[in-house]
């Protein structure tokens, strides 16, 4: 089975904290994603990547950014971290070309104080 | 740009009782179309899924048709268990190609009663 492990389920940070939230995959899948979860909202894309060191925009990614090194391992990094980045994040990853079957991670719950 | 529009819940049935989710979307093309389930304290799994339309998806006893004409992709089940509580997102994929994601919708918590 294809697994999606995110590293923390939950974490509690501080506002201005730099924030590293990873992902790793383990079934070679060309393409990752980040979204967050929110009440009311339901999923939204913050960035999403078909391949390694390459990264494109979702809807909302402010305050956000990516890195992908190596293709098995997504990274989310909040620069600065505030409270409205409180929320569910949740990384997944699919076999290219995209689809639309993709795998899902338990996800993190980040609160920022 | 697109767009999917569910039922917002919670739902809650009787065991054994007939459901029906409702999907609408707007999209540009002749998107996927998929139903993704939560269960409590886990990661979105791929419950179905329908690619063209007039197909039919189904897994679980869950069943759901595209339908061109009046933009839905409805999420229906015979008889539903206690087993079925969880939180159902119904998502369109993106019709640019290539991996640009998943459009979902706001989710519809659905509550089975014993």
């Known amino acids: 089975d294809v697994k999606v492990t995110q590293s923390s389920r939950y974490l509690v940070k501080r506002t201005g904290e730099k924030v590293f939230l990873e992902c790793v995959q383990d079934?070679?899948?060309?393409?990752m994603f980040w979204y967050r979860q929110d009440p009311g909202l339901g999923l939204r894309l913050i960035y999403f990547?078909?391949?390694?060191?390459?990264?494109e925009k979702g809807d909302i990614p402010e305050g956000y950014s990516v890195s992908r090194e190596k293709k098995e391992r997504f990274s989310l990094i909040l620069e600065s971290a505030s409270t409205n980045q409180t929320s569910m994040y949740l990384c997944?990853?699919?076999?290219?070309?995209?689809?639309?079957?993709?795998?899902f991670g338990q996800g993190t719950r980040l609160t920022v104080v | 740009g697109n767009s999917v529009t569910q039922m917002e819940g919670p739902v809650t049935l009787s065991e054994e009782a007939f459901l029906t989710i409702n999907c609408t979307y707007t999209?540009?093309?002749?998107?996927?179309l998929f139903w993704y389930v939560q269960y409590p304290g886990e990661g979105l799994q791929l419950l179905l899924k329908?690619?063209?339309?007039?197909d039919k998806g189904s897994n679980k006893g869950f069943e759901a048709t595209y339908r061109k004409e009046t933009t839905s992709f409805h999420l229906e089940k015979g008889s539903v268990q206690v087993s079925d509580s969880a939180v159902y997102f119904c998502?369109?994929?993106?019709?640019?190609?290539?991996?640009?994601?998943?459009?979902f919708g706001k989710g519809t918590h659905l509550i089975i009663q014993p």
């Open positions: 997944a990853s699919s076999l290219g070309p995209f689809t639309g079957e993709a795998f």
């Open positions: 990547s078909y391949d390694v060191k390459m990264k």
């Open positions: 329908a690619t063209k339309a007039d």
């Open positions: 998502a369109l994929g993106r019709t640019g190609g290539g991996a640009d994601g998943l459009t």
């Open positions: 999209a540009t093309g002749y998107p996927s």
């Open positions: 079934m070679d899948h060309e393409n």
